[in-house]
């Protein structure tokens, strides 16, 4: 079983940056794709980007794209979501996932079995 601990988070104004990282444990890391969702109040969790075990492929939800941008760190165990040109509508719980092999195959919450317990992400307008 994979532990994920999410950081970076926090409140920013509507264009500015955060960083968001998650750190792996427990398994090995390079073997599996990694993801990153948010889930807002009331709202189900959505996909926000992907990334293939070794990070040759990126995989990104249309409202980002040109915006975030998800990356990996094999020696370092861990992967990021640089997230620019922020808006209001990014607001929410944003969590780490870790997938069940090394390849995103476009099924969303299903293509994941680990997640973190998650890192609030708050733009104000």
């Known amino acids: 079983q994979v532990q994920l601990v999410e950081s970076g988070g926090g409140l920013v104004q509507a264009g500015g940056s955060l960083r968001l990282s998650c750190a792996a444990s427990g398994r090995t890391f390079r073997n599996y794709a990694m993801g990153w969702f948010r889930q807002a109040p009331g709202k189900e969790r959505e996909f926000v980007a992907a990334i293939n075990w070794s990070g040759t492929n990126v995989y990104l939800r249309i409202s980002v794209k040109g915006r975030f941008a998800i990356s990996r760190d094999n020696a370092k165990d861990t992967v990021y979501l640089q997230m620019n040109s922020l808006k209001a509508e990014d607001t929410g719980v944003y969590y780490c996932?870790?997938?069940?092999?090394?390849?995103?195959?476009?099924?969303?919450?299903?293509?994941?079995?680990?997640w973190g317990q998650g890192t609030q992400v708050t733009v104000s307008s």
């Open positions: 996932a870790a997938g069940n092999n090394g390849t995103y195959n476009y099924k969303g919450l299903s293509d994941f079995g680990s």
